[in-house]
T-cell receptor
Framework: AQSVTQLDSQVPVFEEAPVELRCNYSSSVSVYLFWYVQYPNQGLQLLLKYLSGSTLVKGINGFEAEFNKSQTSFHLRKPSVHISDTAEYFCAVSNFGNEKLTFGTGTRLTIIP | EAGVAQSPRYKIIEKRQSVAFWCNPISGHATLYWYQQILGQGPKLLIQ????????DSQLPKDRFSAERLKGVDSTLKIQPAKLEDSAVYLC????????????FGPGTRLTVT
């Protein structure tokens, strides 16, 4: 069985500062990795995904993530955050050939003006 | 392109009552998912449909939860009878086909059981 750990439940960051949201996964087989964002009272929206190829993945809204197989991590980064980035961010994993997603518990990103 | 539609957006019921949620996926999306998101947790998959057939319902509490997807389009999730621990946001998602690995989520239905 696979699992996802998001160590930080809340991350406060000053506007225009960089941010990193951490995600570690556990799986006995090869995986696909995802980051979703959830704005207040809305559903989840896909930010980016890693299926294969380059380990550095670029997504929407200036976010990127790097897949590190040896450390079983898929951390999300943004060089300069904006007030509009305030949201809950979820890391998720699925196994090869299976579209079932297992989500982490989420990280609430708060941008401080 | 219209997104995934869900109704109602909010529902308050007493324990032991029944409740139903409706989902209309994006047109042409063959796969439909229902997730339960308890406050402070990530979404948990309850059931996955491919067209009108069930692919995975291993985490659906079948003694009280049921779901159907008639004609491979709309879907309904029902809880009967509801318990306090069923208070959560119920999210519906859809995707186009196998191998794309992108699910589109609706806004969810927030259920409060008192």
């Amino acid at each position: 069985a696979q699992s996802v750990t998001q160590l930080d439940s809340q991350v406060p960051v000053f506007e225009e500062a960089p941010v990193e949201l951490r995600c570690n996964y556990s799986s006995s087989v090869s995986v696909y990795l995802f980051w979703y964002v959830q704005y207040p009272n809305q559903g989840l929206q896909l930010l980016l995904k890693y299926l294969s190829g380059s380990t550095l993945v670029k997504g929407i809204n200036g976010f990127e993530a790097e897949f590190n197989k040896s450390q079983t991590s898929f951390h999300l980064r943004k060089p300069s955050v904006h007030i509009s980035d305030t949201a809950e961010y979820f890391c998720a994993v699925s196994n090869f050939g299976n579209e079932k997603l297992t989500f982490g518990t989420g990280t609430r990103l708060t941008i401080i003006p | 392109e219209a997104g995934v539609a869900q109704s109602p957006r909010y529902k308050i019921i007493e324990k032991r009552q029944s409740v139903a949620f409706w989902c209309n996926p994006i047109s042409g999306h063959a796969t439909l998912y229902w997730y339960q998101q308890i406050l402070g947790q990530g979404p948990k998959l309850l059931i996955q449909f491919q067209n009108n057939g069930v692919v995975d319902d291993s985490q659906l509490p079948k003694d009280r939860f049921s779901a159907e997807r008639l004609k491979g389009v709309d879907s309904t999730l029902k809880i009967q009878p509801a318990k306090l621990e069923d208070s959560a946001v119920y999210l519906c998602a859809s995707s186009t086909q196998q191998g794309i690995y992108e699910q589109y989520f609706g806004p969810g239905t927030r259920l409060t059981v008192t």
